[in-house]
């Protein structure tokens, strides 16, 4: 009798990992719903908001790590456009406006960067990944290739993931460091939604 219970017991669980796909076939479909960074290729838009510090000493933008620097706490909002090629490289302009936190009387700022992104890593199975970028003041993009005629302004890193298809990347920055280093506690976030060719 415990045999039979045994027996029947196993094959109820073999039935149902068959009928749920089992583990070959829970693979199967995930390797076939799995979006590339080749599936990312095209034309996406964004919007973006985070904060930082920028340093100032006598109303100009210093070095942070100056005795003279006076932090000033900004909130920004970016909207951005960029192409993504079928490695995964980008190539996007992106506008913001800065405005000093309230108590402040610095200005608000606009400022119009290139960002040139390269993936560093991707999961196929989660969808996510990692990309180094690079932020120029000047020049322009063809597609996802930049022109290389701006000035470097700064480089870092951001994690992004991939959802509803391929149509939308959700990007955070991780890491970010001004060439200048007038700017300190950046953070900042942004979603791209694509655009039709």
């Not at 005795?67 to 706490?73: D, H, I, L, R």
């Not at 999961?123 to 930049?146: E, M, P, Q, R």
Request: aromatic share 10%; charged share 10%; with cysteine.
């Amino acid at each position: 009798m415990m045999k039979l219970c045994i027996a029947i017991g196993l094959g109820l669980l073999l039935f149902m990992a068959a009928m749920v796909g089992g583990p070959a076939g829970m693979s199967q479909a995930q390797a076939a719903d799995a979006i590339t960074l080749a599936d990312l290729a095209g034309k996406f838009a964004g919007r973006g908001s985070g904060f930082l510090t920028i340093c100032f000493s006598a109303g100009v933008p210093i070095s942070c790590s100056s005795v003279s620097a006076t932090p000033v706490p900004y909130n920004f909002t970016d909207i951005l456009q960029t192409t993504r090629d079928a490695a995964g490289n980008s190539c996007g302009v992106s506008t913001s406006t800065f405005a000093p936190v309230s108590g402040t009387k610095f200005p608000a700022l606009v400022s119009t960067r290139i960002t040139l992104s390269i993936p560093v890593s991707f999961d196929l199975t989660t969808g996510s990944g990692i990309a180094s970028f690079k932020d120029y003041v000047g020049g322009s993009c063809n597609g996802a290739v930049f022109d290389g005629t701006g000035t470097l302004a700064g480089t870092g890193t951001h994690n992004f993931f991939v959802s509803d298809s391929g149509n939308r990347i959700e990007r955070i920055t991780t890491s970010f460091s001004v060439v200048a280093g007038t700017v300190k506690g950046f953070v900042f976030s942004a979603t791209f939604i694509r655009q039709p060719e």
